[in-house]
């Protein structure tokens, strides 16, 4: 449950920043690092478990067996553990990149605010959380959809099958998927939380900015949808019907092969879910 996943957590990142700002008279442009990881990492973990059931009933919309086959409504918890052990650190590289890249863009601009900060930072804090991410996702969802039961069988089951590699299966998929999710979801979110602070003469408070996180995230989730559904079946080491596996083609190919195998519907497989978590965990 990764994914923009960190994009998710910004309006739940914000408060507590917020919080932690007034207590230690922080000025609001400058975020410390240790502060940025805490709340990164407290808004990971929170977002991800409480919303898991929603990842997996998507992830199983998204599997070639189909719903039902991979799992339907049954286990709908298979796999948090992984998801747990990685929403913490994925969060926090995510925030610390995401504020540290901030202020350093800003620089560039002469000191003015422009959309295009907050659009690299938050890529360069996605390519970061990769790192993390993406080996804790490749378990999460082989467990997701019943490959294995728990999590030391999934890890060495799949350590055995590819080795490290295999742990980074659809490595730049999931980077393609996070860069325009961002480009879309930030500035949609920084430019709502200004445009309504305009309105009302006064800063947005953590419900009006979580409704901001919350419509931001739900237009990026719909938008990405299709690199999302190829990033699962690069995960999971699907195959098209050719026998040829979707990590093996590439994000253009695979999204070329699905819509020519499957139709446009399969590209939008657990669009439901997926919009319905992250506009949620906003």
């Known amino acids: 449950m990764e994914e923009t996943t960190c994009g998710r957590r910004i309006a739940h990142a914000d408060k507590l920043r917020q919080l932690a700002r007034n207590k230690l008279n922080q000025p609001n442009d400058h975020t410390p690092f240790t502060l940025a990881l805490i709340a990164g990492g ?3 973990t929170t977002v991800d478990i409480a919303l898991y059931p929603l990842d997996t009933l998507k992830v199983r919309l998204q599997s070639p067996k189909g719903f039902l086959a991979a799992g339907g409504f049954k286990g709908i918890y298979n796999g948090v553990l992984a998801t747990a052990l990685g929403a ?3 969060a926090a590289m995510f925030f610390s990149a995401y504020e540290s890249g901030k202020p350093m ?14 659009s690299f930072s938050a890529s360069i804090g996605e390519v970061a959380a990769c790192l993390v991410r993406v080996p804790t996702g490749v378990v999460t969802q082989r467990m997701q959809v019943g490959e294995f039961t728990n999590f030391l069988e999934a890890v060495k089951g799949i350590a055995a099958k590819g080795g490290l590699a295999i742990f980074y299966s659809g490595f730049w998929t999931t980077v393609a998927r996070e860069i325009p999710f961002s480009f879309i979801q930030f500035p949609l979110y920084e430019g709502a939380k200004k445009f309504w602070a305009r309105r009302q003469g006064s800063e947005t408070t953590p419900l009006q900015g979580a409704m901001c996180g919350s419509a931001a995230g739900a237009v990026a989730a719909a938008a990405t949808c299709p690199i999302d559904v190829v990033n699962t079946r690069m995960r999971l080491g699907s195959q098209t019907k050719t026998g040829v596996n979707y990590s093996a083609l590439g994000t253009v190919s695979s999204l070329r092969t699905l819509f020519k195998e499957e139709g446009a519907t399969a590209l939008f497989s657990g669009i439901g879910p997926r919009v319905g978590w992250i506009t949620v965990g906003g």
């Open 105 to 118: 863009l800003q620089k560039l601009y002469g000191g003015s605010e422009h959309w295009t900060q907050h």
């Open 42 to 44: 407290a808004a990971g």
């Open 88 to 90: 913490a650190p994925g």
